[in-house]
C-alpha cells in the first residue's frame, strides 16, 4: 500500500476493521475508519457512512482526498439469511459504488474481501483449488461470488488496482464477530471461561477453513504492499491457514481447562456449513505474494485463552 496514502475504511466498526484499522495506521498517513453504526468510544477521523449511500460515498472521496478504500462493510452469512434482499444491496451495490469510484478517481488501490462462502456443494470439499466450481447456496456467497467477478472486470476494463481474499473464518479476542456461520469458533472461548460449557450449533465432525485474527491482517497488509506484477488473481485469493472441527476446537481448550464440556445442537448454521469447504489450496498466495500462516489450532487456543482470561 502507499506509504502516504488518505485510506477510507468501510465497515470499520466489525470484527476484522476494528483490528484492521490500527494496522493501516502503522503503514499508513491518514485512516478515515467508518460504519453505519457510531463507535462506542470516540474514534479518530472517525466517519457516519451508510455504504448504500453512493453520493455520501461520492463525497467523503472528494473531501477526504482518498486514495485507498478498505471496503469491509457487509451482511455476514447467517445474518444474510434472515434478510436476502438487504444482504444483496449491502454486498454487492456497495461494491459497484466502491470500483466505480476508484475508476472515477484513479484510486491507487482499493481492498474489497471475499469468502470461503464462495463455494458450494458442488465444490471438491478438501484443498478447495484457487480456480474450481463455485456455485454459492446462501445469499452471501452470491453477493461474494458476483463481487469477486465485478473485481476481476474492473481490474481488466478499467485499470482498477483491485485486491482481495477469500478469508477463512477469523478467530480474534478484541471484538466479537457480525453474524457468521463460522462465529461458533470465537463463542466458544468466551463461553469456555465464563460457563465451563458451550452449546454447539455445528455438528461434532464439521470441518471449516479458520485463521486467527493477526495472521489475517497481516496478510491483508502483505497483499496490499506486493508489486502488482506479482498478482495473477483479481477476482479474489484463497487463504488459508488451519481447518478444524467443533471437536477438534474443544479438545484444544480441554488442554488448558479440562472440565470444559461441549454439546452440539445444529441449527441452519451447519446446513451452510456443509456446504463450504473443509480445506483450502492457497498455493496461489504462497507462490505469489509469499503467504505464510503463523498460527495453527493450539497456538490461537493458547493466545485466544490467555487473552480474554485478561478482559
Ligand atoms: P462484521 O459483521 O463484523 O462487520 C461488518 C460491519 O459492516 C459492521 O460494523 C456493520 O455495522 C457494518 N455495516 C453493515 N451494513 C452497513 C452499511 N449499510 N453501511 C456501512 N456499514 C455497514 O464483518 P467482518 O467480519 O468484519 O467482515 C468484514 C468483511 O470481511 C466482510 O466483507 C466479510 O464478508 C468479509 N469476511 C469476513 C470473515 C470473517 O470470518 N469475519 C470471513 C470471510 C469474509
Ligand atoms: N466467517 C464468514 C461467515 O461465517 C465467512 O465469510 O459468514
Known amino acids: ?7 477510507l475504511v468501510t465497515g470499520a466498526g466489525g470484527q476484522i476493521g476494528s ?4 494496522a493501516l495506521r502503522e503503514v499508513n498517513n491518514i485512516v478515515y475508519p467508518s460504519d453505519i453504526r457510531a463507535p462506542e468510544n470516540p474514534q479518530e477521523h472517525f466517519l457516519q457512512l451508510d455504504v448504500l449511500d453512493k ?13 485507498e478504500i478498505f471496503h469491509l462493510a457487509a451482511i ?4 444474510g439469511e434472515e434478510n436476502p434482499m438487504l444482504a444483496w444491496r449491502v454486498n454487492l451495490e456497495s461494491v459497484l459504488t466502491v470500483l466505480e469510484l476508484a475508476a472515477e478517481f484513479k484510486l491507487f488501490k482499493v481492498f474489497i474481501p471475499s469468502s470461503i462462502a464462495v463455494f458450494g456443494l458442488g465444490t471438491p470439499k478438501d484443498n478447495t483449488p484457487q480456480n474450481t466450481i463455485t456455485a454459492p447456496d446462501t445469499v452471501y456467497g452470491i453477493t461474494k461470488l458476483a463481487g469477486e467477478r465485478w473485481c476481476n472486470y474492473y481490474y481488466n476494463k478499467k485499470g482498477v ?7 477463512p473464518g477469523l478467530v480474534g479476542y478484541k471484538t466479537l464477530p457480525g453474524g457468521g456461520t463460522t ?3 470465537v463463542d466458544i472461548y468466551h463461553k469456555a471461561l465464563k460457563d465451563g460449557h458451550y ?14 485474527m493477526p495472521d489475517a491482517i497481516r496478510a491483508t497488509v502483505e497483499l496490499l504492499q506486493a508489486p502488482p506484477d506479482n498478482l495473477t488473481v483479481r477476482s479474489s485469493y484463497n487463504l488459508s491457514a488451519m481447518s478444524f472441527t ?20 445444529p441449527d441452519f448454521r451447519d446446513d451452510i456449513a456443509r456446504t463450504w469447504p473443509s480445506s483450502i489450496d492457497d498455493s496461489a498466495a504462497r507462490r505469489e505474494w509469499n503467504w505464510r500462516h503463523e498460527y495453527d489450532l493450539d497456538k490461537m487456543t493458547e493466545d485466544m485463552l490467555m487473552n480474554l482470561e485478561g478482559v
Open 1 to 7: 500500500m502507499n506509504k502516504r496514502a488518505n485510506v
Open 19 to 22: 483490528e484492521l484499522v490500527a
Open 55 to 67: 453520493e455520501r460515498m461520492r463525497e467523503i472521496v472528494i473531501e477526504y482526498e482518498i486514495e
Open 76 to 79: 455476514l452469512s447467517a445474518k
Open 161 to 167: 488496482d483491485v485486491r482481495s481474499l477469500r478469508y
Open 183 to 185: 462465529d461458533y469458533a
Open 199 to 212: 452449546d454447539c450449533y455445528i455438528s461434532k465432525d464439521v470441518a471449516m477453513p479458520m485463521m486467527y
Open 246 to 265: 467443533p471437536e477438534q476446537i474443544a479438545a484444544s481448550i480441554k488442554k488448558h481447562i479440562p472440565t470444559f464440556t461441549i454439546d452440539y445442537k
